[in-house]
C-alpha cells in the first residue's frame, strides 16, 4: 500500500524511525520492529501504519485502517465541540425607581440567562440628580443577588461605573 496521508499523524512511508513499537488493531504488543518491518506486516493485512505516539521510545505505532482513525478522531472531537458551552455575558439594565413587577421581570430574564449557563451583568442606569442616590441602586442590586442566591453567586459586587453601577452574576457550577 502507497499511501500517504496529509493530516497531522506520520502514516505508512512518512514514519522514518529506525524502530517501532509495534501494536496490532486489536490493541495487542506485537514488539519491536523495525519501520520497513512494521510497514510490511502492516500492508499484508490491508491497513496503514499510524504512529500514534512519538513521545516515547521507541514510537508506538500501531497497524489500523487509517480512514476509519481519522473518521473517528473528528467524530470524537465534534461531540466534545457540542457538549461545550461557552459562556457569555449577558445585561440587565434598570433603573433604581424600579416598579415591583418590572422588577420581577428583570429577575425572571437574569433567572433564564443563569439557567442557560451565562453570566448577568446587572446594570443600573443613573440619569440627571440621580447620581446622588447611589445608596438606593446598590441596595436594589444587592435584592436582586440575594433573589438570585439559590441558582447564583456574585462575581463581581456593585460598583459604580461612570453614570451606572453594574454588578455581576455567575451561575453556580450545579445548574
Known sequence: MKKKY???????????????????????????????EALILASEKGLDLVLI??????????????????FSQEKKAKE?????????????????KIEEHDYQVRIS????FLQSGDKVKATIILKGREIQHTSLAVELLKKMANDLKDISMVQQIPTKDGRSIIMILNPNKKT
Open 6 to 36: 496529509e493530516n497531522e499523524f506520520l502514516v505508512n512511508e512518512s514514519i522514518k524511525y529506525p524502530k517501532v513499537r509495534l501494536i496490532n488493531s486489536l490493541g495487542e504488543q506485537l514488539g519491536i520492529y523495525s519501520s520497513n
Open 53 to 70: 505516539s512519538n513521545k516515547s521510545e521507541p514510537p508506538v505505532c500501531k497497524i489500523i485502517d487509517y480512514g476509519k482513525y481519522k
Open 80 to 96: 466534545a465541540k457540542k457538549k461545550q458551552h461557552n459562556t457569555t455575558l449577558k445585561e440587565v439594565k434598570m433603573r433604581y
Open 109 to 112: 430574564q437574569a433567572l433564564r
